[in-house]
């Protein structure tokens, strides 16, 4: 008997994509150009995240749509990302039986737990068979560090390197057998894309930060906390840092560096905070992913919520009575984006006048946010929850919200169309309306929309005492100190 046939597996590397669907600013892609031999780039649609609790199809269609347009810019060279369905331990297994990989490269992620193991598992099985693995920083967060000691100082340095100037060689690999491809089904899901959202890949990105730039940005920080203006007004490049169609690099640089910086000074000093911000958070989350699923400050476990799942439904479906809480629900839900004050109301609602746990809501609106980041999401929603014991509790009331950011009722009117007659003076509490009054507006409040489902003063009442109540728990106090060790810089 002969030895069986030698199989010549070629040499390549390999460029595995997450959230950095971006041909520019690009170490992965930079890395693998410059070490001269053939690479392949994938990005995996696994099933076990798809059906995750915190994934939506909006969340995928982004993605589809990302890549797309990286497949058309990459057209002359000959370049493509291979997108592949199934799960990752079965796909690396696969492509280590028809290439000899040298190495993966791709950037670290910052992710929910399920990912994290998925990431061990990876690693070993890449040790096992002789991968190298490179994982890359990605934007400003640090792996392995134990404490904030010099993050800030580390970040501006980060900022301001060099933009990666990436450039393609004609030279493609084929996968000859691919046994990952999409289900005709799966495309036929992911090809639509509803016009409300905003549009997904780089040069969409770019569009919107250059438009900020140029004229929608110079009242940023007036609109910034209206529901209506803030669309306009915001830079609304989240989805676009989120899924990586851009650095945070090439955003911080772009608007530092532009000719309007000293014009619009205040209102883009503000944004380049908020790009710390957003690193900051996914920082956190890297240094403790269980945010996704345990108060960060233990001793909030030992609060109880009574479960109404008919309230919860209710603010899920923008259906509570308070015009300013529905209306925020319904846009998030229809467009996917709505401004930072009112995802912080629609968390302090649901947590403080609902009493609803916050795991009740984390993965819905993480769900109806096409800017979805785990690392800003949970951290963020848990802050507004009140269950870090470190950050003041803002309990926000839905109708001082209402007088000061929607005045003329104008957002409340277009999202919540059964009061659309409500005159002007009462667009904010409905329900104060006499029946003559009701009468005269033909709006029937608890028939063409509900009464307020829980009394507001009452509920904030009970909110604050069971929260602020709750500060001096020793375990609060213990956790606190805990917390403000790891994930905040020391006072020298
Ligand atoms: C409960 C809750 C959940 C949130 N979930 C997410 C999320 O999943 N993804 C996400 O990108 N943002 C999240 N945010 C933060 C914030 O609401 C959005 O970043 C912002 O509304 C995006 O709009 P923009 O791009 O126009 O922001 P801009 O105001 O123009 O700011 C520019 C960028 O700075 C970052 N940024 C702005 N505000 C914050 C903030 N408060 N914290 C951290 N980063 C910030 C974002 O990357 C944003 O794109 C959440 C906020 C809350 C209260």
Known sequence: MGSPPQIHRPLINLVWLKRDLRTQDHRPLFEAEREGIPYLVIYLLEPN???????SLRHLRFVYHSILEMNAFWLPCKREVQLL???AIAVFSDLIRQFKIKRVLSYRESGIRLTWERD?????LFQKKGVGWRQFQRDGILRGIRNRDGWDKQWFVTMNEAVIKNTYRERSVRLEANSFRLPEV???RLQPYDELFQPAGESKAWRYLESFAVGRGASYHWHLSKPAESRLSCSRISPYLAWGNISIRQAYQFIKHHPNYPRFKRAFGAFLTRLKWHCHFIQKFEMECDYETRCIN???ELLEHEFKEDWIVAWQEGQT?????DACMR????TGWINFRMRAMLVSFLCHHLDQDWRSGAPFLARQ?????????YPQFQMQAGTTGVNTVRMYNPVKQSNDHDATGVFIRKWVPEIYRVPREHIHEPWKMSVMEQQFCQTYIGTDYPSPIVPLEESARKAREKIWGHRSHPLVEQEQKRILRKHTRRKK
């Open 49 to 55: 995240m798809m059906d995750y609790r915190d994934t």
């Open 85 to 87: 369905y199934g799960e």
């Open 120 to 124: 061990k598992k990876l690693g070993e």
């Open 186 to 188: 799966l495309v036929d």
């Open 298 to 300: 233990r001793g909030y």
């Open 321 to 325: 009575g308070y015009p300013l809480i």
């Open 331 to 334: 846009c998030v839900r229809r």
């Open 369 to 377: 946010f096409l800017d979805y980041e785990p690392g800003i999401h």
